[in-house]
């Protein structure tokens, strides 16, 4: 009590110090939420900015460490021989990534413009533009083939673009740009047996009239002199595939932009083809078998027969390039890159693409580092 009795005293006698040391006490008090408040804001806005960013990571090979690795190697033979066993992406590889449960899907596509076949069977969806105005106006390229004979190749534009992937899922149908609306996607089982089957858009089946099940025709290259000196066949060319499914899109053309007029066909996203990567390979394999005899005996030297395209090697001769896989929780992104980057080979590597980000969350980290001061 005495103790009470005398602390209240000595406040009470010098009162202009009390309130001096309340208002410090205040100040630095406030000072402190502020600064936390502000420093947990920060830390919630770049978590925000993250869970708003796709979730996709990169898997590609690490040309950096190949290069550096191949210099390293002061053996002329054994440096032709890392060269030709060079590092290559498998498809088990990423397929062992798959068994994630974090990753949603893998897009390992490919993307190549196509024809009409050779009685225009299946019709484009027409923009009605400048650019479709000159579609017959089929220019001419010459050259001299290795016989000092003039060849002349007719251009004609492509119609349609093939976008090919090795997985049954892609990220766009995925992230719902676009939405099957009838049929499926393509399944697993299509995909190793090289199943000529297609999605098509809902603007090109209404265009020829078509429903899931049916057949649409296409030539898969420009026929001209050079195809003919292969002794290929302008039927080599026409593939009929099954459409198995019709999607919708969100990425409608902008008729009032000043590029309209100078888009093609085969850059209307109506014009899109989806199929297996395995597809597009048996679609194409009798150009690519005539090509290859066509060649190995002008130069037997640099052929060996064992790689010949085939049917039988079709997943030898299928090559990946840079894979992106999808995962379902952003904020995963970092820990499966470090995660998987420890285990995988040193000419590989997994990339968050974290460039972006980081330039989003720099102004967030200044100012965290300002209020936790």
Same mark, same amino acid.
């Given at each position: 009590?005495?103790?009470?009795?005398?602390?209240?005293?000595? *406040?009470?006698?010098?009162?202009?110090?009390?309130?001096?040391?309340?208002?410090?006490?205040? /100040?630095?008090?406030?000072?402190?939420?502020?600064?936390?408040?502000? !420093?947990?804001?920060?830390?919630?806005?770049?978590?925000?900015?993250?869970?708003?960013?796709?979730?996709? *990571?990169?898997?590609?090979?690490?040309?950096?460490?190949?290069?550096?690795?191949?210099?390293?190697?002061?053996?002329?033979?054994?440096?032709?021989?890392?060269?030709?066993?060079?590092?290559?992406?498998? /498809?088990?590889?990423?397929?062992?990534?798959?068994?994630?449960?974090?990753?949603?899907?893998?897009?390992?596509?490919?993307?190549?413009?196509?024809?009409?076949?050779?009685?225009?069977?299946?019709?484009? $969806?027409?923009?009605?533009? !400048?650019?479709?105005?000159?579609?017959?106006?089929?220019?001419?390229?010459?050259?001299?083939?290795?016989?000092?004979?003039?060849?002349?190749?007719?251009?004609?534009?492509?119609?349609?673009?093939?976008? !090919?992937?090795?997985?049954?899922?892609?990220?766009?149908?995925?992230?719902?740009?676009?939405?099957?609306?009838?049929?499926?996607?393509?399944?697993?089982?299509?995909?190793?047996?090289?199943?000529?089957?297609?999605?098509?858009?809902?603007?090109?089946?209404?265009?020829?009239?078509?429903?899931?099940?049916?057949?649409?025709?296409?030539?898969?290259?420009?026929?001209?002199?050079?195809?003919?000196?292969?002794?290929?066949?302008?039927?080599?060319?026409? *593939?009929?595939?099954?459409?198995?499914?019709?999607?919708?899109?969100? %990425?409608?053309?902008?008729?009032?932009?000043? %590029?309209?007029?100078?888009?093609?066909?085969?850059?209307?996203?109506?014009?899109?083809?989806?199929?297996?990567?395995?597809?597009?390979?048996?679609?194409?394999?009798? $150009?690519?078998?005539?090509?290859?005899?066509?060649?190995?005996?002008?130069?037997?030297?640099?052929?060996?027969?064992?790689?010949?395209?085939?049917?039988?090697?079709?997943?030898?001769?299928?090559?990946?390039?840079? $894979?992106?896989?999808?995962?379902?929780?952003?904020?995963?992104?970092?820990?499966? *890159?470090?995660?998987?980057?420890?285990?995988? !080979?040193?000419?590989?590597? /997994?990339?968050?693409?974290?460039?972006?980000?980081?330039?989003?969350?720099?102004?967030?980290?200044?100012?965290?580092?300002?209020?936790?001061?």
């Amino acid at each position: 009590m005495n103790f009470i009795n005398r602390a209240f005293k000595n *406040v009470s006698r010098r009162m202009s110090k009390t309130i001096l040391l309340v208002l410090t006490f205040f /100040l630095i008090g406030n000072l402190v939420i502020i600064g936390l408040g502000v !420093s947990n804001a920060s830390k919630s806005a770049k978590t925000l900015t993250r869970k708003k960013m796709r979730a996709v *990571v990169t898997y590609s090979l690490n040309y950096d460490a190949i290069w550096e690795y191949a210099d390293s190697i002061i053996d002329e033979d054994e440096r032709n021989e890392f060269y030709k066993n060079y590092p290559r992406i498998t /498809l088990e590889d990423v397929q062992e990534l798959i068994k994630d449960s974090r990753v949603k899907t893998a897009n390992a596509t490919s993307t190549n413009m196509w024809y009409a076949d050779s009685k225009n069977t299946t019709d484009f $969806v027409h923009l009605n533009n !400048s650019a479709e105005e000159n579609i017959g106006n089929n220019g001419q390229s010459c050259y001299f083939d290795e016989n000092g004979i003039q060849q002349c190749e007719t251009y004609r534009e492509p119609l349609f673009t093939v976008k !090919s992937n090795m997985f049954p899922s892609m990220i766009e149908f995925e992230d719902g740009d676009y939405k099957i609306v009838e049929g499926r996607f393509y399944n697993q089982d299509e995909i190793n047996s090289g199943s000529l089957v297609c999605l098509i858009s809902e603007a090109l089946a209404n265009t020829n009239g078509l429903r899931v099940g049916d057949s649409i025709y296409f030539g898969t290259s420009n026929y001209g002199s050079e195809m003919k000196r292969l002794e290929i066949n302008e039927e080599d060319l026409d *593939v009929t595939f099954e459409v198995i499914g019709i999607y919708s899109h969100n %990425n409608q053309i902008n008729r009032d932009s000043s %590029n309209f007029d100078y888009t093609y066909p085969y850059e209307n996203p109506d014009n899109m083809i989806f199929m297996p990567s395995t597809s597009l390979y048996m679609a194409t394999l009798p $150009v690519t078998q005539k090509q290859f005899d066509y060649y190995s005996q002008l130069y037997p030297d640099n052929y060996d027969e064992s790689n010949r395209p085939s049917e039988e090697n079709m997943a030898e001769q299928m090559y990946l390039d840079n $894979v992106t896989l999808l995962l379902s929780d952003p904020l995963e992104v970092d820990n499966f *890159v470090e995660e998987y980057n420890k285990t995988t !080979s040193q000419f590989k590597k /997994l990339d968050a693409n974290n460039d972006e980000f980081k330039k989003l969350a720099k102004p967030l980290d200044t100012l965290s580092m300002y209020a936790n001061f």
